[in-house]
């Protein structure tokens, strides 16, 4: 019984802390768009952008003498 005591208002402890998080995900935006992270990962860049294009030329390759 006196385990009981202790395991109660730490459960609810814990059940608060579980609902404040929640509240603060959903305020936050975080569940506003679920499908775009998905989709982001299938569409490909197949250009590469100029930084890139930089990064991967050896050094003293530079074309504009």
């Known amino acids: 019984m006196d385990t009981l005591f202790l395991l109660v208002p730490m459960s609810l402890a814990l059940v608060a802390l579980i609902a404040a998080a929640l509240w603060w995900a959903l305020r936050a935006g975080q569940y506003d768009d679920l499908e775009r992270p998905g989709q982001a990962i299938l569409l490909d860049n197949d250009r590469p952008d100029a ?11 530079d074309s504009r003498h």
Do not use: F, N, Y
Request: no cysteine.
């Open 51 to 61: 930084q890139a294009d930089a990064a991967r030329r050896p050094l003293g390759a």
